[in-house]
């Protein structure tokens, strides 16, 4: 280990040194207090230090305090060495910063264990900050070396225009499941093998990023960081590159490299990686802001499909904080009373005479007015709101349905059709709780339609094929929804209790335009009929389609042509001035 | 391999107490010598110079360089006699300066006669 001897005087020097030599020291010696200060803040100086007292030009206690003032810069242990032997020297010695006093002329035994102490201070030290730094599982530096390092580069790039560096977020898919069905002992075997894997693919030509050293010291600018931030989470920052192709090229490289298994307990594991970059050419003042981008683009390239890469930019930026704030007032909107259910009359095309109406969810969003589902419905789902805010759609459209079937009464009473989401549809208790409804509001199940889409339902079919069988116990009527869009089997639709069809709207849309559609509703009119359902055409919006469907034998429709979804007093309006008629909607009652 | 004698305690220099500084190198010990009497001359002077300005800070610093040297090769009276000096810079005590000066020159150079008798015995 190397040592630095500061002492003007020759006798002095030529004694420690003759002794710490025998001891295997690597001495460097010098004469005075500014040549230490030198040599000890060298990027590759000693760690051990002897210090004189007096010393000309800069005196032992300001050369301690100088390498004390130092950031950054690894621990250096020092020893006073001087002829000064009152207890206040030695109190103003320790005072200055030095970690031990010996008084002159020393025993040659005594120096060098107390330079062994210092030693293993220093080796306790140098532990304790690289565990500080660094992974323990994966050996990779942790989220805080990696942050000091992004720190840094953030700091370098306002000095530097033209210095750009890139931050990718790593996270594996589909790790949970590896943990869940092999255990944490083998999740933890796989996050090691990954990390090497990682550690390949981050190398740049002569570029090598790994751990912090040995020592644990902080490392120069110029070299990759690729760290473990925490589960299945690893981040990689690449310095002075070009333009985001680099970081592209060092993301197709990662996904390369994990597409071979991975050999866990004796078993072929395989899993992808779904990695965001971001890049310093954005400009952010923060390395927190770098980071949460990359997270972000990590967060997107999931929604995406995974296993895949997505570049955030400050629209994708944009877009997220839009996306929190909409979650957080989301969050918020059942408790303030902001969602609102309006319905949509569903009418018989004979007679043009409502049968029913389908309940839908809306938002009043304070500061953004009404705002439809599919802008708040995917981060309803997402975030599980969507389970409060169905089951009291459900309720409101039940207890309003009841109260109009009162009010209005109509031979067969009004129905309301409500959509049923994923979400909702694989709750345990579904059925359970829309018997609670019913119950509660006192609704003749038969006057419920739940709509469900075909992806929900194919999804789970014998799990979907028992519910219909128990919410038809009930006596509540089943719908799909959206018919056309997604995959059915059409055995399976067979096995399904449905009373109806609904034909989605973008066949409805273009039967006028294109034969293919008109055929496509044809086929779906037909098959209907044969199962015995009744069809609804969705989204009619034209005399024109209203005359196509009938000629087609469609026996109900909705949409815009008979009218817009409107608030319970709109639609009360409505059933009101169309009460003398048998609620046939006339030409001046249609709301367009 | 040197051997200390075994000299009576009163003389200026402890042999005993070098030695083991010095692990018993005899190479090291003239090398030691050799710089002492190279180093020495010019701190004493820097010290009477001192003494002759009354410049008591330059005293308290010269006189506390030489202490560490004389410590270092074991001069004992003459390192005890540097300290004194240091410590009447320190109080900037002026009476009877130039007489511990005196004794600090007598004691080194009797030490250093017997240093240089003891490693001259030695080589022979």
């Known amino acids: 280990m190397k040592i630095l001897i500061a002492d003007d005087s020759a006798i002095s020097r030529c004694l420690v040194q003759k002794t710490l030599e025998c001891g295997g020291y690597e001495v460097l010696a010098v004469e005075n207090g500014r040549s230490a200060v030198e040599c000890l803040s060298s990027a590759d100086g000693p760690r051990l230090a002897l210090l004189d007292w007096v010393m000309p030009e800069l005196d032992g206690l300001s050369v301690c305090r100088q390498i004390r003032s130092l950031s950054n810069h690894p621990y250096i242990y020092m020893i006073l060495l001087t002829s000064n032997v009152s207890k206040e020297d030695m109190v103003r010695g320790f005072e200055a910063g030095v970690d031990d006093y010996l008084t002159k002329p020393c025993d040659p035994e005594e120096l060098k264990a107390r330079l062994r102490a210092g030693q293993r201070i220093l080796r306790l030290q140098d532990k304790l900050i690289q565990d500080a730094r660094q992974d323990p599982l994966t050996r990779l530096p942790n989220r805080a070396f990696f942050l000091d390092q992004l720190v840094g580069c953030v700091k370098r790039a306002k000095r530097l225009p033209d210095y750009i560096f890139a931050v990718l977020f790593v996270d594996i898919d589909g790790f949970k499941d590896v943990n869940d069905s092999l255990g944490h002992f083998a999740g933890d075997q796989l996050l090691v093998q990954i990390a090497e894997r990682l550690l390949s693919s981050v190398r740049r030509e002569d570029v090598v990023s790994c751990s912090a050293d040995s020592n644990g010291e902080v490392r120069q600018p110029g070299e990759d960081t690729l760290a473990r931030m925490g589960g299945d989470e690893f981040t990689i920052l690449l310095v002075d590159i070009r333009d985001a192709s680099d970081g592209i090229r060092v993301a197709e490289r990662i996904q390369q490299k994990l597409e071979a298994p991975f050999l866990i307990s004796g078993q072929e594991v395989s899993i992808t990686a779904s990695i965001g970059i971001a890049l310093s050419a954005t400009g952010y003042s923060t390395a927190e802001g770098i980071l949460r981008d990359a997270d972000t683009a990590m967060y997107r390239a999931k929604a995406l499909g995974k296993s895949r890469y997505e570049i955030c930019d400050p629209a994708m930026h944009a877009r997220a904080m839009s996306r929190l704030k909409l979650e957080t007032d989301l969050r918020r909107a059942m408790d303030s009373e902001e969602f609102r259910v309006h319905y949509q009359p569903i009418v018989s095309l004979r007679d043009c005479r409502i049968i029913g109406f389908e309940a839908l969810l809306r938002w009043q969003r304070p500061g953004f007015g009404l705002v439809m589902p599919r802008e708040f419905v995917p981060v309803a789902e997402e975030t599980g709101l969507i389970l409060i805010s169905g089951l009291w759609v459900l309720h409101e459209a039940c207890r309003q349905m009841r109260a109009w079937n009162l009010q209005f009464p109509s031979d067969p009473a009004f129905t309301v059709a409500v959509n049923i989401s994923g979400k909702q549809f694989a709750q345990p208790d579904l059925v359970s709780e829309v018997d609670r409804i019913l119950r509660e509001t006192c609704l003749d199940p038969h006057c419920l339609k739940l709509e469900l889409t075909e992806s929900v339902t194919m999804r789970e079919v014998e799990r979907a094929a028992r519910i219909f069988g128990e919410l038809k116990t009930l006596g509540v009527r089943l719908s799909m929804d959206d018919f056309g869009t997604g995959y059915s089997s059409l055995s399976y639709l067979r096995r399904f209790p449905l009373d109806t069809l609904k034909i989605d709207r973008s066949f409805v849309s273009e039967m006028e335009d294109t034969s293919e559609s008109r055929a496509i509703v044809q086929m779906i009119l037909s098959l209907g009929r044969s199962l015995g359902m009744e069809m609804v055409a969705e989204g009619v919006e034209t005399a024109e389609q209203v005359s196509l469907l009938r000629s087609l034998g469609c026996e109900y429709a909705q949409g815009y042509f008979f009218s817009k979804p409107t608030d319970q007093e709109g639609m009360a309006e409505v059933l009101l001035k169309s009460r003398g008629c048998a609620y046939r909607l006339q030409q001046q009652t249609v709301l367009r | ?124």
């Not at chain 2, 010269?62 to 810079?89: E, I, P, Y």
């Open chain 2, 1 to 124: 391999m040197i051997q200390p004698d075994d000299r009576s305690p009163d003389l200026s220099v402890d042999l005993p107490d070098l030695l083991i500084r010095v692990d018993n190198d005899r190479k090291l010990l003239c090398e030691l010598l050799r710089l002492f009497k190279e180093e020495f001359p010019c701190l004493l002077q820097a010290l009477q110079e001192a003494v002759v300005r009354g410049d008591m800070k330059g005293v308290e610093v010269a006189a506390h360089t030489l202490k560490g040297m004389l410590a270092n090769v074991s001069f004992v009276r003459a390192a005890a006699s540097a300290a004194c000096l240091q410590r009447m810079g320190q109080q900037c005590a002026t009476q009877g300066l130039p007489e511990e000066f005196a004794r600090l020159e007598q004691e080194a150079s009797l030490a250093l006669a017997e240093l240089e008798a003891f490693c001259t015995e030695m080589i022979r």
